[in-house]
Nanobody
Framework: QVQLVESGGGLVQSGGSLRLSCAASGSTVRGNTVGWYRQGPGKQRDMVAAISSGGTTNYQDSVKGRFTISRDNAKNTVSLQMNSLKPEDTAVYYC?????????WGQGTQVTVSS
């Protein structure tokens, strides 16, 4: 059974930074595509950033240049460094691990950016 545990969320002022971490067990982050998604109040869940098994990264346009996704194969974690945070980044952030056969979600971590 794959388990994903997110950490690092919290309250930060506009312009501040946070680093989210997703720790995986039951599968390897290097062998799958791992993404960060977010869901704001009353909104759908959207992809923020993802890293493929080959190391290719993709970002939502609104976070390009501010967020960086990275992978630590030794620790089996994927992190999301978020800089220059804006109030509109406020959401619950979820980690997702997927391949052709399955997709797993973490429980989510709240990020709140105050203006």
């Amino acid at each position: 059974q794959v388990q994903l545990v997110e950490s690092g969320g919290g309250l930060v002022q506009s312009g501040g930074s946070l680093r989210l971490s997703c720790a995986a067990s039951g599968s390897t982050v290097r062998g799958n595509t791992v993404g960060w998604y977010r869901q704001g109040p009353g909104k759908q869940r959207d992809m923020v950033a993802a890293i493929s098994s080959g190391g290719t990264t993709n970002y939502q346009d609104s976070v390009k240049g501010r967020f960086t996704i990275s992978r630590d194969n030794a620790k089996n974690t994927v992190s999301l460094q978020m800089n220059s945070l804006k109030p509109e980044d406020t959401a619950v952030y979820y980690c997702n691990l997927r391949n052709l056969f399955y997709s797993y979600w973490g429980q989510g971590t709240q990020v709140t950016v105050s203006s």
